[in-house]
């Protein structure tokens, strides 16, 4: 409830859009790494490198993002 609370109040651009800064709270709060009801959480094994940003979920989420969007577009593999 309290993530549903700082969504609703984030501060938009210019533009009225709230993208960037949902973007930037995720990141503070480390939304990728937090548990799913009945699914646990699949990164939590994931070895992340030092400095790397908070979204990162390591080189294999990476990679099977990349496939996902390239199949969105028609890409066939």
Same mark, same amino acid.
């Given at each position: 409830?309290?993530?549903?609370?700082?969504?609703?109040?984030?501060? !938009?651009?210019?533009?009225?859009?709230?993208? !960037?800064?949902?973007?930037?709270?995720?990141?503070?709060?480390?939304?990728?790494?937090?548990?799913?009801?009945?699914?646990?959480?699949?990164? !939590?094994?994931?070895?992340?490198?030092?400095?790397?940003?908070?979204?990162?979920?390591?080189?294999?989420?990476?990679?099977?993002?990349?496939? !996902?969007?390239?199949?969105?577009?028609?890409?066939?593999?």
């Amino acid at each position: 409830m309290i993530y549903a609370y700082l969504c609703a109040h984030l501060r !938009a651009d210019d533009d009225g859009d709230t993208t !960037a800064a949902r973007q930037e709270l995720d990141q503070e709060l480390g939304v990728i790494r937090w548990q799913t009801p009945g699914h646990g959480n699949k990164y !939590a094994d994931t070895e992340v490198e030092e400095g790397a940003p908070a979204w990162w979920a390591g080189d294999e989420e990476a990679s099977q993002a990349t496939l !996902a969007a390239m199949r969105s577009m028609g890409a066939k593999f």
